[in-house]
Every structure is written in C-alpha cells, then in structure tokens.
C-alpha cells in the first residue's frame, strides 16, 4: 500500500487535515500503508506527516524522499542562507523529515521504488522535486507540482511560477515533462488541478493545453 504524499494535515489551512478520516471511509488502516512517497518537502506535502499526538501518522511505512530535496531542506545552515521566506517552509520540513530519519530511502532520477512506479526528475519548483512514472494500463504521469496549474502551466509552460525556487530549472523540466506527455498520450494526474485533476496535454499554438478526462 503505498501513498504519495501525505497534505500538511492540521498545520496549514482550516480545510486541510482530511486524508485520515478519508481513508478510514475508504477502508484503508493507516498501519497497513507499507510506503509513503514524498514529491518533494513543501508544507501542503508533508506537513501531515505526525498526527496531533505526535506520533507517525503511517507507523509501519517506509518513508521515499529524492536525495537532492533531503539535503536541500535538512541543511543545517538553511536559516542563515537562504530567504526569510522559506524559513517557515523549512522548520515545518526539518521537523517532519527528522521524524522519518530512521526509516527514509533516499531516490534519484531513475530509481523504481516498486517495479512499475519509477522516479522522474522534475526539480526546479524545490531543488530535489521528482515526479513518478506509473506502469501498468495505458500509464500514469504523477506530475506533483511540476506544473502547479492546470491552464497558465500548459499554456505558457515557460512561464516563471512564484513558488518555483529555482525557475529557470523548473521551466525546464515542467516543459520537457509536459511534451512528453502530450507527445506519449499519457495520462497525468495533477494535484493543484481541478478536481479531479486527471487528463491528458494536447499541444496548442506554442504551447499546450490540459483536457480532463
């Protein structure tokens, strides 16, 4: 049983904090999700990490995290290096990646963490973003937030976004990713889309556009 990322559970916003009482409706026991796979270590991904009591929300998981996002956030010096404006980011991912330190494997573009579910490199909007190429059926493209809109991205997707940290890296990689998916007909799953966030690129003019399924 393998989850991608978690959502920032009580520690973000009032509508947040869902995802364990709809798995408990989906029938799904948080002690049977053997891996959790993290995109990378923004708050809306991995802030729901321990639960209110401070434990692991998923205790028997096995915790995935690309290397470069590990090293990028678990920097000692980060709070007297990089911007004010990540500090929050970062003391919330400290705290929660400190927590998983004894049970995390580390990934790298390429690696499969089961047979059928491979690492991407999708970095740029963090230092270590990766995304996930699922097999099986006509496929799946997890695009995390490689592309964080569903219209401006697939537009415009060399376009700078806001919370990208390094831009001109995840202009790259977003449009590299997005014509491979438009040029493969793979299905993509986004998580910042409309609900429910699942269609295909379809290349328009210079760039492309995003059709649900």
């Known amino acids: ?27 799904i026991d948080a002690r049977a999700v053997t891996k959790v796979v993290f995109t990378h270590a923004h708050h809306d991904h991995v802030w729901g990490t321990l639960a209110p009591d401070g434990s692991l929300r998923f205790p028997n998981a096995t915790y995935y995290v690309g290397a470069a996002e590990w090293d990028f956030w678990m920097d000692p010096d980060f709070l007297t290096s990089m911007p004010n404006e990540l500090h ?46 699922m ?9 995390a937030d490689a592309a964080t809109n ?14 990208d940290t390094i831009p001109e890296l995840a202009i790259r990689n977003r449009a590299r990713f997005i014509e491979r998916a438009a040029f493969d007909r793979t299905k993509l799953l986004g998580y910042h889309w409309t609900y429910p966030g699942v269609g295909f690129a379809e290349r328009k003019g210079t760039g492309y556009r995003y059709v649900p399924v």
């Open 88 to 133: 929050e980011f970062a003391r919330g991912a400290q705290r929660d990646l400190t927590a998983i330190s004894n049970r995390v494997i580390m990934l790298k573009p390429g690696d499969d963490i089961v047979t059928g579910l491979r690492v991407l490199d999708t970095a740029g909007h963090t230092p270590g973003h990766i995304s996930l190429e």
């Open 135 to 143: 097999a099986g059926g006509d496929g799946l493209l997890i695009c």
């Open 1 to 27: 049983m393998i989850i991608v990322d978690i959502g920032s559970g009580d520690k973000y916003q009032p509508s947040d904090g869902r995802l364990s009482g709809n798995l408990v409706a989906a029938g």
């Open 150 to 163: 569903e219209i401006a991205s697939f537009l415009h997707p060399k376009a700078r976004f806001g919370y």
